[in-house]
């Protein structure tokens, strides 16, 4: 699905960047926030094609994140949480708020881009 839109949302500015530099090679178009505050605000004004976000963010955590989505925004765009914290707390708390996918860190950026494919092409 080239030219999608992609919310890219880590406070882990290395792993942002290189997750940025890997979708926009698969042809995506991604902003990255890495706070939880700048992606409130970008999605305010914004609604991407999907969002892939850390549970763990200053500010806006990736599960108040997906509350906000899903309950305030109404939407059902597609959501995948990657975190480090992949406890099964987290990973059900994603799941039960809406999340459409969880990925544990270490991440590798090809399984991210086949999850991402996976989920745009089940629009």
């Known amino acids: 699905m080239v030219g999608k839109q992609i919310l890219l949302a880590d406070d882990d500015e290395l792993l942002a960047s290189l997750l ?20 409130k605000e970008y999605l305010k004004t ?11 963010m200053p500010y806006f955590s990736g599960i108040e994140l ?4 899903r309950n305030e925004l109404l939407s059902s765009i597609p959501i995948i949480i990657i975190s480090s914290a992949g406890n099964e707390e987290n990973v059900l ?23 991402i494919a996976r989920e745009l092409n089940s629009i």
């Open 66 to 69: 997906i509350n906000y989505v």
């Open 20 to 39: 940025n530099f890997r979708l926009k090679k698969g042809g995506y178009q991604v902003h990255y926030s890495t706070n939880g505050k700048e992606v």
């Open 93 to 115: 708390s994603a799941f039960e708020l809406g999340a459409n996918d969880f990925i544990s860190k270490p991440i590798r950026p090809s399984e991210l881009l086949v999850r």
């Open 46 to 56: 914004n609604m991407p094609d999907l969002i892939v976000s850390d549970i763990m």
